[in-house]
């Protein structure tokens, strides 16, 4: 596998598509971190690390709306890719659907949101946007 965080929003993305509850992802410390953002978002509705084998799994329940059904992340869409990175300045970091959305980023201070990384005043590569 070549970009394993692409994996990572594309198993997301097809279970929701799919109207599944539970989605089970090969772990790595990106990809659990990632995890954490969302659920601290609130865009997922809990999340579990699962140690079996030399990395593990990570099993993410799907947040839904009640009524509507509808999934709580319409669009996952991987921003730096490994033929071409995108880095943002500190004064430079995305804004989301006019805020309404998350950029998840990497920094020297670990996988952090925009939110986060705005307040702390730092800037990173730029690893994907959730809405």
Do not use: W
Request: with cysteine.
């Amino acid at each position: 596998m070549t970009d394993p965080i692409a994996d990572f929003l594309t198993r997301l993305r097809n279970a929701q598509k799919a109207g599944h509850r539970v989605v089970e992802i090969p772990a790595s410390n990106v990809k659990k971190n990632m995890t954490k953002v969302l659920f601290d978002q609130g865009y997922i509705q809990s999340y579990k690390f699962v140690e079996d084998g030399p990395q593990g799994t990570v099993k993410v329940a799907l947040k839904y709306h009640p009524v509507t059904k509808k999934p709580a992340m319409e669009k996952l869409i991987r921003v730096s890719k490994p033929g071409l990175r995108k880095y943002a300045k500190n004064t430079e970091l995305p804004r989301v659907l006019n805020g309404l959305g998350i950029a998840i980023l990497s920094t020297n201070k670990g996988i952090i949101s925009n939110k986060e990384a705005r307040a702390l005043n730092i800037g990173g590569e730029v690893l994907c946007y959730i809405y």
